[in-house]
């Protein structure tokens, strides 16, 4: 697996947390570390990138869920590089990998995700904890589909490994669909859109690994 290039400030907050085996990098999760991750993702993706765009949104959970603060160790891996998927699971779309989310930006985004949504969930993020899982990120882009009317998708998998098992978590969300912040007819910018799309579909994904908790 290749060793993901980390940006200068990026490296600087994870220098003394990051555990590096194996030519993987961990994220370890919760605490200081992760409010620092959010600045640093702040940070790397400002407002105003390449092309006008209004700034990445973290959407919250659609469903509820209450673990009562079940402890849970989670690591994150970025597979991404090892694996070039061309396409997702769930999804006929190519991946191109060509978004602003290809490297660092796109696996600190899961990263805060996993945060904010685990303890929306009431689950403590503990790296003492007995139960432990792995989440692995393998493909995150956006996809822009026909011509004139265009669609956007974004597209987000990850591997989970849980007690022994791994299940593998997929979403191809389109503008338009019950849980996209975009409709069809929506009037954003190309970077608004694949932002918000990316943002989404991470939201989902996650999402499913808390209903595959239940």
């Known amino acids: 697996m290749k060793k993901i290039e980390l940006k200068l400030s990026l490296l600087i907050v994870l220098a003394f947390f990051a555990t590096v ?126 011509f004139g009317k265009v669609s956007v998708h974004g597209l987000c998998q990850v591997a989970v490994t849980r007690n022994g098992s791994t299940s593998t978590y997929c979403t191809d969300l389109a503008d338009g669909d019950k849980t996209s912040p975009l409709g069809k007819s929506s009037f954003v910018t190309r970077k608004t859109a694949m932002r918000f799309m990316v943002s989404a579909a991470i939201r989902d994904t996650i999402e499913e690994i808390l209903i595959g908790m239940k």
Request: charged fraction near 30%.
């Open 21 to 146: 085996g194996n030519a993987q990098v961990r994220y370890p999760q919760g605490g200081l570390l992760s409010y620092l991750a959010y600045k640093t993702a702040e940070k790397e993706m400002p407002e105003h990138g390449f092309l006008p765009g209004k700034k990445f949104p973290t959407y919250d959970l659609i469903g509820k869920y209450n673990f009562s603060g079940k402890k849970v160790k989670v690591i994150l891996y970025d597979d991404r590089d090892a694996l070039h998927l061309k396409k997702i699971n769930c999804s006929n779309e190519e991946l191109t990998n060509q978004t602003e989310f290809k490297k660092d930006e796109g696996i600190a985004k899961v990263w805060l995700y996993v945060n904010k949504l685990f303890g929306n969930a009431n689950i403590v993020i503990d790296s003492s904890a007995s139960d432990s899982m792995e989440i692995r990120l393998q493909a995150l882009d956006c996809r822009e589909i026909g």
